[in-house]
């Protein structure tokens, strides 16, 4: 026997039902724009029909449906584009580091500029082959000087510049690491807030979102490896080491190391370093360390092997006074970043030896030290501008390559980020035919109800027992 | 493939900000008329660029010592010739003295010219060329000749056979200088020859006068001649060096143009090109904010 007010509850759960789809269809809506949001979708099924086998079963045709429910908000997402956009997002950061180090120091030399170090070294060897020609003169003394002097300054700050942009770099790794330490925290809350909400059986799609747009950040700074429990909780792991554990979450340390005074990755309460291959982090620590460093340490053993060849070559010779020559440049120098006239040349311009001979007409050794410029230097087994356009010319050569690859990686996140968009992002002319559709439900559910009232009307008022 | 408003908004900003890149790229080349402005914009051309502007440094550094060179040169020279003309004089002066018919007062007379001679070859051989005497060798600091005695019955050298030599071509040098020990300060030069000349005259020996006097001016002549001689040598020299060194520099300068300069035409080109691109991408970002589903529906 059929219920009286069955139709009711059918209408009922279909009204009910679609409100809920349009209130879906309107959170899509408001959420079109909002980065990271992944659109979600009404699951309608039909509720369990009626009857149940049972001894009370009755002996008409079944079963009856009894209407739609809601069944689940399904949040329509790609976990492989996910996995794959992080990786991406993960060597765009390295890529980015990387170029953002090489530009800057493509800047820095300005070359082929007229105030590049190349042009330095050409006056300087300039102003030897003038000596040469007048030995006696102060004025050509004086432009030797002067020359060296330039180079000097020209090498040291250069060599300062870099360093600074080195602890630039170092500073920049240490506000990652408080930056990365951060996402960690607030991962873990979200997980522990995610875990409730599946607890009693809901899908936490909106923090869902929310824990992505973090693991995204997170992918940009570091690689990460995420590991989905079957709770929607994340294991986020770094190097092989568990940045967020699905109970609570580990903190990087950035200590300065005694031994380079520059910060070192460490797990905070372990004594174990940090293993990054992609990422910002990775990317910084690879500025500092490879490419600073390198560069500095072209410009050390140029700037050493300059020193000792000069400086052997002006020894050779004699000064103004008819005395044995000292050091041109001052012989106690550690790099780039300290070299610098010898104190008797900066005192006093005859101590110059441009004479081989010792009489103040002979111009030989400056001769001879301006002929240094075509001779390979024992330390860096070429010339030294050899050396230097060698050095210049890798950079170009590393700088293009970052470019080129940093484009490739836009390119990349690019066709990712449309893949996702197309699988998860909102499209506004589909909610509204969702709208429609909606819509039109509901009237035909209202309508439903309109023809079982009408039905109760005629049962209840024509054959009324109060009539 | 669902499209959705985000992704054609992205990928339109991409175009966009692409076709600006590209836009910003020509306009540098074009303002800086160069194509190389960083060493990432060509990594193997920068060695080159680099190299050719050493090049063409030190071309103009040899130049320069070319045309220093050949000013000491041309003031030695003048100095050599002046010399010569003394000798010639200085020869006539032998002669005349030699003659039965002058007289022991007119060869005093010629022995005064011949004083004279001598503090005009003290003149010459102490020649400077800014602030350098041209014949002291590499002590050329101070005066190299002097005379002892007078009227001059001797002369002192204070310079040395030191060479002065300049760099004129990558890696050879040549001497400018004449060496003023073996020209006049020899036992058989000039102030020697005109010495005696003037002590034979004095003395009246005929001679001598006529026979080893005259011989001695001739060598002593014959030795400024050759320094002459020399002289004319490394100034063709020189003059070779130059006429290589200034081919050598306008290669270079070509090559460099060639390197480093934005060919004009084609920065043009491409500039209007991406120009069309930027234009044609704001074009379809004027399209895409035009009606949707939501404006249809009612």
Known sequence: MRSTFFGLETARRALSASQRALDIAGHNIANANAPGYTRQQAVLAATDPYTLPSYAHLRSAGQVGTGVEVAEVRRIQCALLAAQSRQVASESGTWASRQEALSRLEALLNEPGESGMHSLFDAFWGSWHALSTYPADSALRAGCRSAGSSLCDGLRRLAQQVESMQTSADDSLAAEVVAVNSLARRLD??????????????????????????????????????????????????????????????????????????????????????????GRLAGLSEMRDVIYGGFLSDLDR????????????????????????????????????DIRLGAGVLADLDAIAASASGDPGDGANAMAIARLEEQVIAGLGMTLSDFYRGVVSSLGVESREADRALNTQELLARQISNQRAAESGVSLDEEMVRLMEHQHAYTAAARLLNVMDEMLVTLIERLGAGR | MRVTWGMMVDNLLAGMSGAAARIQRYQTELATGKRVNRP?????????????????????????????????MTVSETALQRANDI???AKECAQRGASDVVTQEGRQAIAREVNGL???LLALTNTKYLGRYVFAGTANAAAPFAFTGDPPSGWTFAGNAGEIRWEIEPGSDLAV?????????????????????????????????????????????????NALGDLGARGRRLEQARSGLEGLRQAFLENLSGYEDTDVAEAILNLEMAESAYTAAQGVAARLVRATLVDLLR
Not at chain 1, 233 to 246: D, I, R
Not at chain 1, 253 to 271: I, M, N, S, Y
């Open chain 2, 118 to 120: 001598l503090d005009e």
């Open chain 1, 189 to 278: 809350e979200l997980n522990r807030q995610i875990r409730s909400v599946v607890q009693i059986g809901d899908n936490p799609n909106d923090l869902l979102d929310q824990r992505d747009v973090l693991l995204a950040e997170l992918s940009a700074a570091t690689d990460i490896h995420v590991h989905e429990h079957a709770d929607a909780t994340v294991t986020v792991t770094v190097g092989g080491f568990e940045l967020v554990q699905q109970f609570g979450c580990n903190q990087l340390e950035a200590a300065v190391d005694p031994a380079t005074g520059f910060r070192k990755l460490t797990w905070a309460g372990f004594d174990l370093p940090v293993v990054l291959s992609d």
């Open chain 2, 40 to 72: 990432s914009d060509d990594p193997t051309g920068i060695g080159r660029i680099l190299s050719l502007r050493s090049g063409i440094e030190r071309t103009k550094t040899y130049l320069a010592n070319i045309s220093q060179a050949q000013e000491w």
């Open chain 1, 302 to 337: 140029l700037a050493s092997g300059l020193v000792a060849a000069v400086n052997e070559a002006h020894q050779l010779g004699f000064d103004a006074n008819g005395l044995p020559g000292a050091e041109f440049f001052d012989p106690s120098l550690t790099g780039a970043k």
């Open chain 2, 177 to 225: 200088n004449i060496m003023g020990e073996g020209v006049f300060d020899a036992p058989d030069g000039a102030f020697a020859a005109l010495i005696r000349l003037r002590d034979d005259l004095l003395a009246g020996n005929i001679e001598a006068l006529g026979g080893d006097d005259l011989q001695l001016v001739n060598g002593a002549q014959t030795l400024v001649l």
């Open chain 2, 87 to 89: 000798l010639a004089l």
